[in-house]
């Protein structure tokens, strides 16, 4: 019932910028929060950046200033904004969202497919 996807990644010099949108779809009662998760190959998958419904927002250590979310409640759509780019940022990225499809129901867990950001000379 609910999908989300993401799009914006490429591949970019280091210092270049990119912008990753993500958009939720489908049955949605109401979205707790919404965040981007990244995995680089073979490491374990991290959170890069969250926001909850209130708009707070929570930023890994070593995104923290280069990177920005943001959200537009009305589409149900989440993006990341990268400055500053870095080899290490270099992963897939995955949008995940804290869903409740109904008013009855209780919040569930969901995931993008993913997108690639490549950042190579």
């Known amino acids: 019932q609910v999908q989300l996807v993401e799009s914006g990644g490429d591949l970019v010099q280091p210092g270049g910028s990119l912008r990753l949108s993500c958009a939720a779809s489908?049955?949605?009662?109401?979205?707790?929060?919404m965040g981007w998760y990244r995995q680089a190959a073979g490491k374990q998958r991290e959170l890069v950046a969250s926001?909850?419904?209130?708009?707070?927002?929570n930023y890994a250590d070593s995104v923290k200033g280069r990177f920005t979310i943001s959200r537009d409640n009305a589409k149900n759509a989440v993006y990341l904004q990268m400055n500053s780019l870095k080899p290490e940022d270099t992963a897939v990225y995955y949008c995940?969202?804290?869903?409740?499809?109904?008013?009855?129901?209780?919040?569930?867990?969901?995931w993008g497919q993913g997108t690639q950001v490549t950042v190579s000379s």
């Open positions: 489908g049955s949605i009662f109401a979205i707790n929060a």
């Open positions: 995940n969202a804290l869903i409740r499809p109904r008013r009855t129901t209780p919040v569930y867990v969901y």
């Open positions: 926001i909850i419904s209130d708009g707070t927002t």
